[in-house]
Nanobody, 125 residues
């Protein structure tokens, strides 16, 4: 079973950029679908982006399309979320998640088996 650890969160001004990383250990990384989710204050956890095992397929929430990019480096067992043109409404705890299959690209939290502990992103106006 893979284990996930996020990093790279912080405080940034609106319009700025951050890159989140999620390092995996304990599993065959390329066999996992990987996703990023977020949970803002008083909100439910929501889908942000996902990427297939070989990185060839990605999908994004409409709210982040054109601003966020998900990528993965299977040699480093790491998935990234490059966030640009950040807005105050992007403020949330960001979670990395994994599902042990790579055929389907899931956006539902219930489809993911493994979760990281989260990293806080705060965007000031």
């Amino acid at each position: 079973q893979v284990q996930l650890v996020e990093s790279g969160g912080g405080l940034v001004q609106a319009g700025g950029s951050l890159r989140l990383s999620c390092a995996a250990s304990g599993g065959t990384f390329r066999t996992y679908l990987l996703g990023w989710f977020r949970q803002g204050p008083g909100k439910e956890r929501e889908f942000v982006a996902a990427i297939s095992g070989n990185g060839g397929r990605t999908t994004y929430a409409d709210s982040v399309k054109g601003r966020f990019t998900i990528s993965r480096d299977n040699a480093k067992n790491t998935v990234y979320l490059q966030m640009s043109n950040l807005k105050p409404e992007d403020t949330a705890i960001y979670y990395c998640a994994a599902d042990r299959q790579t055929y389907y690209i899931y956006t539902d939290t219930n489809e993911y088996d493994v979760w990281g502990q989260g990293t806080q992103v705060t965007v000031s106006s």
